[in-house]
């Protein structure tokens, strides 16, 4: 079995990159894979021409095309009969109006319907894209992210005196002026990953936080800005999935999340759940997690019990399933 894997272009943004590199580390192990990514980053009609094209002629005979995301349009210059398609969310869909929006679903959601399988990273990603479009139900599957085995546990002190909370991205979905203000006056130290705009270095000021600055990690950099922190902040407003609850989990930290979809369910009871609209709620679930030793020790046990369901190998081993079922039907 050959599995092809499209990318797109990774000045795009390397997550799904990174994410699909631990599971063709797996898929590896029993099949012939190669990757192959877009030359365009830019997303205009002229970009999209450029890219299927390249998509088409780099088709390999015999081979299951995996788009793993973000470019599904190339699914209409693949072969439908061996291409299976990774859905991540379609939360851009919903910004969208008029045209545009109607445009964005003829080139981005439409061509589903060509693949021989869509796998959604989650439940929730997969309502968000029946409700615009039903798709046939044997052609559907969830299968979740994986988390890289760089994600080990290592054992912490918690820091009860100043603790330092890890917050994971910057957009404003992620929620991090609210977090800002539900740790006003708190002892602790924010560790913000991503770059802060200029409204939010002006309330962290005003609030007084203490808190530092990274972008632009490596992998491992990122691994171990898990491994120094006490806690995970990641009270977004909406996610396709949420690679930091487990990252957080795998590491071993205490991880405080959103109570929506799909964050609760991939946290699997392993997480303090709070409601990301509520100041309140998100200094409330931080204090009890700071303040209870025992709701620390329970959470953590929960969280290592909880991301085994992520781990590399039984992911790439759904995937291989997947690829030896959509080639055999190809047959």
Partial sequence: MKVNYYFRNPRVGYSIHAVFNTVIGGVAQCADVCTTCMPSPRAGL???VRNSIYAFRHQRKGWVNHVTGDVYYLLSALRGSRTVVTVHDIMYYHCLRGVKKRL???LYIRPLRRAACVTFISDFARRQVEEVMPL???????IPNPVSPRYR???KEFNAERPQILHIGTMERKNLRRIILALCGLSCHL????????ETLRLLGNCGTDYSVA???TDEQMADEYRRADMVSFASLAEG???????GQATGRVVVTSALPPMNEVAGGGAVLVDPLSVESIRHGFLAAMRDAELRRRLIAIGRANVERFSAETIAAQYVALYRRVFSDAR
């Fill in 104 to 106: 964005w679903k003829w």
């Fill in 215 to 217: 972008c632009d990690l």
């Fill in 191 to 198: 560790r913000i990953i991503g770059r802060p705009d200029d």
């Fill in 153 to 155: 546990f290592e054992p």
């Fill in 241 to 247: 999935f949420g690679m930091p609850i487990i990252e």
């Fill in 136 to 142: 046939p139900a044997d052609r559907v599957v969830v």
């Fill in 46 to 48: 002229p970009s999209i």
